[in-house]
């Protein structure tokens, strides 16, 4: 779950951002809409953690993530999964190397076993001893997604997930990041200014409504354009 309250960010000389309230209950979807420059990456880097609102309240997983000081760092490994739009995958470290880093940071030993069985789930199994460079933007694009799951974290944050993508690729890249939520049980939030992602997500929730399924309905958060 995600939950913010009266939440403002800022950065240095720039404009307060103020935010709109967002409750997100655990396993469901939010949609973080907004034009450019709305502050969709910004309200990102706070529920994660890594940037410290000016103001406001924000509870992940049951986490005041204010109270959390020097431990951080750890829970953010542990517990959310980032997808960033760039997405920073070591360009010395095979994918392997790439996804045992996930465990350091966590404090955690690797285990090759789940490496690899989260490699295989997300359909490049057989890539673990490529670097980044000898993947295409795909394959890398699923890499990071299974660096961002390989915990089963509690939220996935995707930055513009189908930003540089055709339409058949952001579909599939959808689909992947939806079933990828469910399967860990996680709290999905998609920042996009793309139409096709919003049609997209709100498509595959009713399908999976109308099959019976628990899914949740698409909660929207839309950003204003700052002036
Ligand atoms: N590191 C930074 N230092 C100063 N200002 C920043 C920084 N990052 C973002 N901003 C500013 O904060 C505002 C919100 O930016 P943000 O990146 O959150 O927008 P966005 O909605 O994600 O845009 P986009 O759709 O282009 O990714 C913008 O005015 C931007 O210029
Ligand atoms: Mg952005």
């Not at 939010?30 to 502050?39: H, V």
């Not at 920073?88 to 190397?97: G, I, R, Y």
């Not at 001893?129 to 961002?148: E, F, H, K, N, T």
């Amino acid at each position: 779950m995600i939950e913010t309250r009266s939440l403002v960010a800022a950065f240095r000389g720039g404009t307060p951002i103020v935010f709109p309230d967002v409750a997100v209950p655990q396993g469901g979807t939010l949609l973080l809409r907004g034009p450019s420059g709305s502050g969709k990456s910004t309200w990102l880097a706070v529920v994660a953690g890594l940037l410290a609102p000016v103001s406001g309240q924000v509870v992940v997983a049951g986490t005041p993530l204010l109270e959390r000081g020097a431990r951080l760092d750890a829970w953010r490994a542990r517990h959310v999964g980032f997808l960033p739009q760039k997405l920073h995958l070591s360009p010395a470290l095979t994918v392997a190397q790439n996804l045992a880093l996930v465990y350091w940071a966590s404090g955690l030993r690797p285990d090759p076993l789940r490496m690899q069985a989260t490699l295989d789930a997300l359909g490049v199994s057989g890539l673990a001893d490529r670097l980044p460079q000898a993947l295409s933007g795909g394959q890398a694009q699923r890499v990071a997604l299974a660096r961002a799951v390989l915990l089963s974290p509690s939220v996935l944050l995707a930055d513009e997930p189908t930003a540089s993508l055709d339409d058949e690729s952001a579909q599939a890249a959808l689909a992947l990041l939806q079933q990828t939520a469910t399967t860990v049980g996680a709290t999905l939030v998609l920042a996009t200014h793309d139409a096709r992602a919003v049609h997209a997500v709100h498509a595959a929730c009713s399908v999976a409504q109308s099959a019976g399924g628990s899914a949740q309905d698409v909660i929207e958060m839309t950003l204003q354009r700052m002036n």
